[in-house]
């Protein structure tokens, strides 16, 4: 499990004065800046983000040590990570979806169809990207409940039912 779990992306400059673009991936989007601080995977760190105003698709924000256009321009596409110690315990039922990166993927007649290699959202729902065993190829299935019926954490794997290849 990771130490660190992406809880938003910065879209570049909202205004003159240093505001960014903001989406924020937290069950409760305007509780983003309680997890500060946050920090890039280059390893920035912003220890304090405050929710300002709310756009299409997110919110605008002050985040410390942003003071500029250019300096909020250059943030376009920087994902946000919060401590895992920071953010709030799940019930058994729920995880994070960086929990699920290289546990098996097994089918519903449990043979091994290979490791979970990302989690992907491109706006049409969250997507498994599975590295299949021994190849260098990937599988791509929906993270639904129909084509994944099992996520057990503590066993290390997830059970899919892929639909019919045509």
Do not use: W
Request: aromatic share 6%; hydrophobic share 40%.
């Amino acid at each position: 499990m990771s130490d660190r779990i992406i809880v938003g992306t910065l879209g570049g400059a909202f205004g003159i004065h240093g505001e960014v673009r903001l989406k924020s991936f937290c069950a409760d989007p305007l509780a983003i800046g309680d997890y500060a601080p946050l920090s890039t995977e280059d390893g920035a760190t912003f220890p304090m983000l405050v929710i300002t105003g709310q756009v299409k698709g997110g919110f605008t924000a002050r985040v410390q040590g942003i003071d500029t256009k250019e300096d909020a321009d250059g943030l376009r596409g920087v994902a946000l990570y919060a401590p895992r110690d920071q953010l709030p315990n799940l019930p058994d039922d729920e995880f994070y979806y960086s929990d699920l990166v290289g546990l098996t993927v097994l089918d519903t007649g449990n043979a091994t169809l290979g490791t979970v290699k990302s989690v992907e959202n491109h706006g049409a729902g969250d997507v498994l990207e599975i590295q299949l065993t021994g190849q260098s190829d990937t599988m791509l299935l929906s993270f639904t409940h129909n084509i994944v019926p099992t996520v057990d954490l503590a066993a290390g794997r997830i059970i899919v039912n892929p639909p019919e290849s045509r």
